[in-house]
């Protein structure tokens, strides 16, 4: 997993010398980016004296975090308070400072800032591991560390420092994805990855349960059933797969459903290696009958870049997929039909035309279907809830577990009904 790293890391610490005024920068890496040398004529990164009285704040703000934009920079930290009759000025303040690109997401380097914090704190609490450093700045061991932890934080994204005999510094830098789509019961979670070599015992026992059956045709619903898990915490186990891009979600695939080309179908035309994946994703595999593999031996052959693209195109909105296949039965004998539509989903080049019903009279939602003897039929009660144009006829298949058929008799019965197709 790839993402942003450190732009730099510098350690500051306030000074407990009575003779030095004010907060200072101990140690800083690399050397001279934030406080330059006397005698050198390199550009510091941040002004330091403009930041102090933020990173080493009062003591009222400490044992906060902290967060700055500064320049093209922006800076975290912890700052930490320890008051004690031991130090000069009874108290000793200091604070492990991040600085990273003005751009990059600080959310995964907020925990280190404040792992930092905690480590420290107890460092010095149990043996003044930084006040009674006395190496001259960035020199010594805390130095040393610094220097470690950003070169490990940059090159790998994670860390693992002893210290001494009793204490090591971990640390590991997780990514943060963009939030993912909320996961419906008639999604179908398809996997990206070979979900059965990430598993072991430890896993949550749901995952354990829900991954035989993801396998691009069931629901997440459906999913939920054969396994006899809980609905609530099979959609949180997908959520979790999606947002870590081990799952992407489809549509329910249908022959009576319809597909039309987006504008990201030219991408695929230009693209022969597309459509070579293409090619190999969606040819059936070899039957063992020797009949019937001479008779689509032929279509194999001539199922090229250019067939592809025109069997896609082919594809138009009021078409059904079934329809689509009676048209091109020479060639159909040689693909998956679910694996040639879901290709084009994934890539994007392909969208799926749902179906809505909407209720055109106004109070057709006040009225209410009754058997001969006046009961209220429940399943009416139900579909009201979903003629408002905004639920697909998938989820409303999915939510009330009947067919299309079924549902198409129903919104009959219910009376004026308007269906729509988008």
């Known amino acids: 997993m790839s993402m942003k790293v450190v732009r730099a890391l510098y350690p500051m610490l306030s000074s407990t010398d009575l003779a030095i005024p004010g907060p200072k920068v101990v140690h800083q890496v690399p050397t001279n980016s934030i406080v330059p040398a006397p005698n050198t004529t390199s550009q510091s990164l941040i002004h330091f004296p403009s930041v102090a009285s933020i990173v080493i704040p009062r003591q009222t703000f400490c044992s906060l975090p902290i967060a700055l934009l500064h320049s093209r920079y922006r800076i975290l930290g912890h700052p930490i308070c320890l008051a004690s009759p031991s130090y000069p000025r009874n108290e000793f303040i200091f604070n492990f400072c991040l600085v990273l690109s003005r751009h990059t997401d600080p959310t995964a380097y907020a925990s280190v800032a404040n792992k930092l914090a905690i480590l420290f704190k107890h460092l010095e609490e149990t ?4 006040s009674q450093d006395t190496s001259a700045p960035n020199t010594g061991k805390v130095y040393a560390l610094c220097e470690i932890l950003l070169e490990d934080l940059n090159n790998y994204c994670e860390c693992m420092i002893p210290i001494d005999a009793s204490n090591t510094l971990n640390i590991k830098l ?5 939030q993912p789509p909320p996961v419906c019961p008639h999604h179908v979670p398809l996997s990206t990855v070979r979900l059965g070599s990430l598993t072991d015992s430890n896993w949550d026992l749901t995952m354990l349960l829900i991954l035989p059956h993801i396998d691009g045709v069931n629901s997440v619903k459906q999913i939920a059933l054969h396994a006899d898990a809980d ?3 099979v959609r949180k186990a997908i959520e979790h797969l999606l947002y870590y891009g081990c799952v992407t979600l489809l549509d329910i695939f249908s022959f009576k459903a319809s597909y039309a080309p987006t504008a990201e179908i030219g991408a695929f035309v230009t693209n022969p290696e597309v459509q ?8 059936l595999p070899e039957t063992g009958f020797r009949e019937l593999e001479a008779s689509t031996k032929e279509e194999k052959e001539t199922l090229d ?3 592809l693209v025109e069997l896609y195109c082919s594809l138009r909105e009021g078409q059904s997929v079934k329809s689509w296949c009676m048209e091109h039965a020479d060639v159909v004998m040689a693909v998956d039909v679910r694996r040639f539509i879901t290709f084009g989903v994934i890539k994007g080049f392909l969208y799926r035309i749902h179906k809505y019903a909407i209720a055109i009279s106004p109070t057709l939602s006040s009225k ?18 979903y003629l408002d144009g905004n639920h697909c006829f998938d989820e409303i298949c999915t939510e009330l577990m009947i067919n299309e058929r079924e549902l198409l008799e129903k919104l009959k019965e219910v009376g004026d009904v308007q269906i729509v197709q988008k």
């Not at 997780?174 to 963009?178: A, E, G, H, Q, T």
């Not at 994946?277 to 040819?283: A, P, V």
């Not at 009961?375 to 009660?381: D, H, P, Q, S, V």
């Open 127 to 130: 043996s003044q591991f930084l």
């Open 174 to 178: 997780f990514p943060i994805y963009p």
């Open 231 to 233: 609905y609530k915490l």
């Open 276 to 283: 070579e994946e293409c090619r190999r994703y969606i040819l």
């Open 305 to 307: 870049g250019t067939k």
């Open 368 to 385: 209410v279907a009754r058997d001969p003897k006046g009961r209220t039929k429940g399943w009416e009660l139900e579909l009201k809830g």
